[in-house]
């Protein structure tokens, strides 16, 4: 059984959302950031040491990182589902989409977020991040032009780890600017599976 330990508030929404497309069994233990610092609990280093979420357990397997889980869980129990064939071009362009996600797009988008916590000093540092972020956002906006999904013509891995760019975005009151990816992320929010996903996994404000 897949067992998803999922932190409140965090990247491994998508991960609920992925196995309600895929109609897989499994379960959710759940963990709560501490209100005060809004960091995961201690209690997820008993998982992995890293301590974050998401990680995905099965028997025992214990799978860390967004990118990888979905590749897991795409690969040993998708059954062809939400992924190109191997063997096509495609499928270079979908592990890119699942690589950039957290090793570049978010990047910035996360200073952002950190670095205006900092107030005045963080100013000189407002002009770079914000370029940064029109750069990676203009980049995925540019690649959903005429598009519904990011590759073929329903929601892939892909996908999945992509979503968390435009609710990051759009809690940022970034992504006005951006209309297809404002148009993906809604198509995305009112998927069936998504809302499944969505109600078993509890308050999660980016999903408004």
């Given amino acids: ?53 998401p990680v995905v357990t099965e028997g025992d397997a214990t799978v860390i990182e967004s990118g990888a889980i979905i590749d897991y869980i795409i690969r040993r129990h998708g059954g062809g589902r939400m992924a190109p064939d191997p063997a096509g071009a495609a499928y270079d362009a979908y592990q890119q989409w699942l690589h950039y996600a957290e090793g570049s797009a978010m990047l910035p988008l996360m200073l952002n977020m950190y670095v205006s916590r900092l107030g005045e000093a963080g100013g000189p540092l407002h002009p770079r991040i914000q370029s940064e972020i029109a750069n990676h956002l203009g980049y995925v906006e540019q690649s959903l032009k005429g598009r519904d999904w990011l590759i073929g013509e329903g929601p892939t891995g892909a996908d999945v780890q992509m ?33 499944r996903g969505l109600e078993k996994g509890g308050e999660y404000l980016m999903g408004r």
């Fill in 1 to 53: 059984m897949l067992v998803v330990h999922h932190l409140n508030e965090s990247r491994s929404q998508r991960i609920l959302w992925l196995l309600e497309e895929l109609g897989l069994p499994y379960e959710i233990k759940f963990y709560s950031r501490d209100a005060t610092t809004r960091l995961a609990p201690p209690e997820l280093k008993a998982i992995h040491p890293l301590g974050k979420s």
């Fill in 163 to 195: 979503s968390f760019i435009p609710e990051v975005a759009k809690a940022m009151g970034k992504l006005q600017d951006y209309p297809n990816m404002a148009a993906w992320i809604e198509r995305i929010h009112a998927r069936p599976a998504w809302k």
